[in-house]
């Protein structure tokens, strides 16, 4: 199954439900299930920003498996349409309208019993049994 990599507290928000974007500067045309794994890398600014939900921030590890249905261009259109879904969650993107890439659009989200491993770059491949949490 493919991975992406994702420094916290963005992992942690997609695998509870807060986040339904991913953003990178190169696009894809995968499409299907992908597991979301919390890299070692600590957006420390972020963090604070998202204190408030009390959310856990494991790193270092496969949190959550969700479906890559789409790869979009993030345009002044679409900087408005995330501004409307959550202006706290998608600021940096809102406000940087210099910064050009893709939003991966990640749907059917499903926590997952946290399985160590180190990350990798772009999209990587973990064939080991996944659990879902109940």
Not at 21 to 26: D, G, K, S
Not at 107 to 116: A, D, G, R, S
Request: hydrophobic share 35%.
């Amino acid at each position: 199954m493919k991975v992406i990599t994702i420094k916290q507290p963005f992992a942690s928000l997609i695998a509870e439900g807060y986040k339904e974007y991913e953003f990178r500067t190169w696009r894809t045309k995968y499409r299907g299930e992908i597991l979301i794994h919390a890299g070692k890398g600590i957006d420390k600014k972020a963090m604070k920003k998202f204190e408030h939900l009390n959310l856990e921030y494991p790193t270092g590890c496969i949190i959550a498996k969700v479906n890559l249905t789409d790869c979009i261009y993030i345009d002044d259109d679409m900087r408005e349409k995330l501004k409307e879904k959550n202006e706290l969650v998608y600021s940096s993107i809102i406000k940087h309208k210099e910064w050009e890439g893709y939003g991966f659009k990640l749907e059917n989200v499903q926590k997952t019993e946290e399985i160590k491993i180190n990350g990798k770059l772009s999209l990587w491949d973990y064939n080991d049994e996944i659990k879902i949490k109940k």
